[in-house]
C-alpha cells in the first residue's frame, strides 16, 4: 500500500540537466531501499540507480558519472539528479519501492534538441 508520486520529467537539450522527484505514501520509507528505472519504446525496463536505508548508492554504467540518486528522509522522498543528459536518456521514468514492490506512475523525460 505504498503510493509513489513522481514529478520533474519534461522536455530539456542535450546536455542539459533535470531533477527528478518521488514522493512515498507510509511510514517505511526511511528503511526501504528505492530504486529508479527507466523504459524506452520498444525496449525493456532497466534499472538506473539504487539507493538503501543507509544510503548506499548503485548506478547503471550508462549513467555512473551523470546520474545521482538521493533521498530525504525526512520529506519521504527520493531524488534523481541527472546531469549531462543524452538522446539515448530518453525515456519513461519510474521510481520503485523495493520493501513494497510498488511502482510509480512514471514520468517523461525527452532530451531532444
Known amino acids: 500500500q505504498v503510493q509513489l508520486v513522481e514529478s520533474g520529467g519534461g522536455l530539456v537539450q542535450p546536455g542539459g540537466s533535470l531533477r527528478l522527484s518521488c514522493a512515498a505514501s507510509?511510514?517505511?520509507?526511511?528503511?526501504?531501499?528505492m530504486g529508479w528505472y527507466r523504459q524506452a519504446p520498444g525496449k525493456q525496463r532497466e534499472l538506473v540507480a539504487t539507493?538503501?536505508?543507509?544510503?548506499?548508492?548503485t548506478y547503471a554504467d550508462s549513467v555512473k558519472g551523470r546520474f545521482t540518486i538521493s533521498r530525504d528522509n525526512a520529506k519521504n522522498t527520493v531524488y534523481l539528479q541527472m546531469n549531462s543528459l543524452k538522446p539515448e536518456d530518453t525515456a519513461v521514468y519510474y521510481c520503485?519501492?523495493?520493501?513494497?514492490?510498488?511502482w510509480g506512475q512514471g514520468t517523461q523525460v525527452t532530451v531532444s534538441s
Open positions: 520503485k519501492s523495493f520493501l513494497s514492490g510498488s
Open positions: 539507493i538503501t536505508s543507509r544510503g548506499a548508492t
Open positions: 507510509g511510514n517505511k520509507f526511511s528503511i526501504d531501499t
